[in-house]
């Protein structure tokens, strides 16, 4: 059975930084690009970043690129975020989602989701 | 980038009936080469994240009962639920991924009238 775990959310300063993991299993990760997409409170779904399978090709959406960095260790099963000057508007629900593939390119599994709160 | 927009923002529909919820691109998704449209709808409840329904606009994923069915090709689309029941409350989403980045529509938030 797939699963998707999530770790590293919490609360910092507008300006610090912080690191999301997303732990895998179920799955020969090392075979599926994977995203993280984003959700303020209250609001809808908010795409924020893509990775390749093997790591080779990255993409971001504009509002956070050149202050997030998305990464794998496909040694071990896990995908990051590293979100650099963190701003207010950055905090949300972050969501670690899997990318079927073959023929297709949805969203078949999520993570649990996990809270950013950039705030002084 | 491409923009999707959902329609309506909301909706209330009795139990028993059908909802519809439509959802537009800014510019078409479907690739010809393929003959495929890249368009998928994800329904969400409360504290949980997405869950995939439709993919390729109008295939069912697995385990998704039968009343949801998805339907539309270019850049106009429709998810349609029938006989709607209580655990359908929910927000619904569609999500374009044609192109990087990948995009959302706005959600559409169904309860029960």
């Known amino acids: 059975q797939v699963h998707l775990v999530q770790s590293g959310g919490g609360v910092v300063q507008p300006g610090g930084s912080l690191r999301l993991s997303c732990a895998v299993s179920g799955f020969t990760f090392n075979n599926y690009a994977m995203h993280w997409v984003r959700q303020p409170p209250g609001k809808g779904l908010d795409w924020v970043a893509m990775?390749?399978?093997?790591?080779?090709?990255?993409y971001y959406a504009q509002s956070v690129k050149g202050r997030f960095a998305i990464s794998r260790d496909n040694s071990k099963d896990t995908l990051h975020l590293q979100m650099d000057s963190l701003r207010a508007e950055d905090t949300a629900v972050y969501y670690c989602?899997?990318?079927?593939?073959?023929?297709?390119?949805?969203?078949?599994?999520w993570g649990q989701g996990t809270l950013v709160t950039v705030s002084s | 980038d491409i923009v999707m927009t959902q329609t309506p923002d909301s909706l209330a529909v009795s139990l028993g009936d059908r909802a519809t919820i439509n959802c537009k691109s800014s510019q078409s998704v479907f690739y010809s080469s393929t003959n495929k449209n890249y368009l998928g709808w994800y329904q969400q409840k409360p504290g949980q994240p997405p869950k995939l329904l439709i993919y390729?606009?109008?295939t069912r994923e697995s385990g998704v009962p039968d009343r949801f069915s998805g339907s539309g090709s270019g850049t106009d689309f429709t998810l349609t639920i029938n006989n709607l029941q209580a655990e359908d409350v929910a927000v619904y989403y569609c999500?374009?991924?044609?192109?990087?980045?990948?995009?959302f529509g706005q959600g559409t938030k169904l309860e029960i009238k």
């Open positions: 990775i390749s399978y093997d790591g080779s090709n990255k």
């Open positions: 390729l606009a109008s």
């Open positions: 999500h374009q991924y044609f192109n990087t980045p990948d995009s």
């Open positions: 989602a899997r990318v079927h593939g073959s023929g297709s390119y949805h969203f078949d599994s």
